[in-house]
């Protein structure tokens, strides 16, 4: 089956303890992306990639790193989580680069209590 | 300025009726893309519809359509016979040519189905 996979699903954390989720693609798409969800502010994004080894900021970068050393992975990175990174985290995928019609393909989502 | 807005946090709407959720969107680029997604209480993120700028039909999927008027940029979800599984969070989001790939959400509208 076509599918993003997070991992997990749930996490809580404090403060300043790194931590790392995970997401794969089985669909050998090219671009990479994630996203924060947060009431009354929608989606934002993070992080994208265009390609292995191309990886560029989002609106909200700050606090987060990627890597992205295969097609399929793209985990996001949390060196030292603080409060206000608790959100819901939705890695998403799709097969165009620039342009075109190909929706985002998402995860299931990750919720992340940072106390 | 907000690329994407949502003007209705909620609506409500009995089963059987039609419904129609209002987005607008400020670009100055000719080639673009509109989509809508749907995410209901499980959170995950379900893409619904995709209409191109250069489309000159509306879109349509099933009993979603998408109501293009791009003079007054405007890209509004009309769910027809709603249904009790149609309650969820509705979002609008952008995919501008020149910005790239990322998609530009709206703060989302949630609609609530009753019996």
């Known amino acids: 089956e076509a599918q993003v996979t997070q991992n997990p699903r749930y996490l809580i954390t404090v403060t300043g303890k790194k931590l790392t989720v995970t997401c794969s693609q089985n669909m050998n798409h090219e671009y990479m992306s994630w996203y924060r969800q947060d009431p009354g502010l929608g989606l934002r994004q993070i992080y994208y990639s265009m390609n292995v080894e191309v990886t560029d900021k989002g609106d909200v970068p700050e606090g987060y790193k990627v890597s992205r050393k295969e097609k399929r992975n793209f985990p996001l990175i949390l060196e030292s989580p603080s409060p206000n990174q608790t959100s819901l985290y939705f890695c998403a995928s799709s097969p165009r680069g620039v342009s075109g019609n190909s929706p985002l393909h998402f995860g299931n989502g990750t919720r992340l209590t940072v106390t | 300025a907000q690329k994407i807005t949502q003007t209705q946090p909620g609506m409500f709407v009995q089963e059987k009726e039609a419904v129609t959720l209002d987005c607008t969107y400020d670009t100055s680029d000719q080639s673009y893309g509109l989509f809508w997604y749907k995410q209901p209480s499980s959170g995950e993120m379900i893409f619904l519809i995709y209409?191109?700028?250069?489309?000159?039909q509306n879109a349509t999927e099933g009993r979603y359509s998408l109501n293009f008027q791009k003079a007054r940029k405007s890209a509004n979800l009309v769910i027809s016979a709603s249904q009790l599984g149609d309650s969820a969070m509705y979002f609008c989001a952008m995919r501008e040519r020149e910005a790239g790939t990322a998609l530009i959400f709206g703060k989302g509208t949630t609609l609530s189905v009753s019996s």
């Open positions: 209409q191109g700028s250069y489309d000159e």
